[in-house]
């Protein structure tokens, strides 16, 4: 094998080494991605079915409905124009409540029941996480509504 050839064989396996890490590294992050949909477009189809992603939106008064002596639940998770019922099994977060901001991480079924397997709840008073403000505040103009439960208007801030 001349010097040529040997420089053009390391430069193809150099090159093909990289091709093969390069779609290893992003099929890793396609799995990996997790997208956030409000009500409105999971009822709207636009949720994957039974692929995780994450589902924001405020807890529905009166929804919140806990299986005595187990950690299962069930609540409805609301952007004020569509609901979508989400099942969880564990420890819930200490600011979880009705009326207050929630995203759940989990997968949509093929019935259209959120099976989640995180909570994240808001973490203070006028606190609601930035994805579920967006959200809210594009279905109703730029104004999320009041929360009648709480003493001022929930911010997208900090």
């Known amino acids: ?24 590294a992003l099929n890793a992050f396609r799995e990996n991605v997790m997208f956030f949909f409000d009500p409105s477009q999971v009822a709207a189809g636009g949720a994957p079915i039974e692929k995780r992603f994450r589902l924001g939106g405020m ?5 919140v409905d806990r299986e005595a002596g187990s950690l299962e639940m069930s609540f409805v998770v609301t952007d004020f124009k569509h609901d979508v019922r989400v099942v969880y099994s564990g420890v819930l ?8 901001g929630v995203v759940a991480h989990g997968r949509l079924g093929s019935n259209g029941v959120f099976v989640a397997d995180e909570i994240l709840a808001k973490h203070d008073e006028n ?32």
């Open 1 to 24: 094998m001349t010097p040529r050839q040997r420089r053009i064989t390391l430069v193809v396996g150099i090159l093909a080494g990289v091709s093969i890490t390069v779609v290893l």
């Open 127 to 158: 606190y609601m996480p930035p994805e579920v403000a967006e959200a809210i505040k594009d279905k109703y103009g730029g104004i999320i509504p009041v929360n009648p439960h709480s003493r001022a208007a929930p911010s997208a801030g900090t």
């Open 59 to 63: 807890v529905r008064p009166g929804t």
């Open 93 to 100: 977060p200490d600011l979880f409540r009705e009326n207050q």
